[in-house]
């Protein structure tokens, strides 16, 4: 817009000082340029005033809402992970290697580096084959058996979910 335009533009619109509002009466009296741009924008001013103005249904306010709340709705759920169940596995496995690695270190036999013999037979491992007995044995591979059923039962059931969504 340049600014013949915004002046005239101040001027219908009452926007001027008196000052300014004298002067651009007497260049549209004077001058026929002005006198065709005031007009044309005298027109454009009255239709637009003329216009009626779009106003928004009443439930427009409900539409949106409704449409935010179904989409939050189709976000899958978070499921919460407890803490102490990872801390407590993260500690197993923790234990399991720090045992495996005292096992392995007192069965080596460093004859050639020069550590004292007492050192490493004062370090007793427990003996566990009292405690692998073929009842657990059996009893470890049945529930393992019914972990992996479940677990592709599971599998199998996502998968036809999926396939049916």
């Known amino acids: 817009m ?11 619109d009452g926007n001027c000082t008196p000052g300014e509002q004298e002067a ?3 260049l549209i009296a004077e001058d026929e340029a002005y006198r065709l ?12 005033s003329a ?12 539409n949106v809402m409704e449409a935010i709340r179904t989409e939050h709705a189709q976000n899958p759920l978070k499921a919460t ?5 990872i801390k407590g596995i993260t500690l197993f496995f923790v234990i399991t290697i720090a045992v495996l690695l005292v096992f392995t270190l007192t069965n080596i ?3 050639g580096i020069g550590v004292p013999a007492n050192v490493i ?18 009893g470890f591979l049945f529930f393992d058996l019914v972990l992996a059923l479940y677990l592709f039962d599971n599998f ?3 998968k036809n979910l999926q396939q049916q969504g």
């Open 156 to 158: 199998l059931r996502r």
């Open 121 to 138: 037979s004062a370090v007793k491992i427990p003996d566990i084959g009292k405690y692998t007995t073929k009842p657990v044995i059996l």
């Open 51 to 62: 216009m009626e103005l779009d106003e928004p249904p009443m439930a427009f306010t409900y």
């Open 37 to 48: 741009k005031y007009q044309e924008l005298l027109n454009l001013n009255i239709s637009f």
């Open 81 to 85: 992970i407890n803490k102490r169940i």
């Open 2 to 12: 340049n600014n013949v335009e915004e002046k005239l533009w101040n001027y219908i």
């Open 24 to 26: 651009v009466s007497t």
């Open 109 to 111: 036999r460093l004859s």
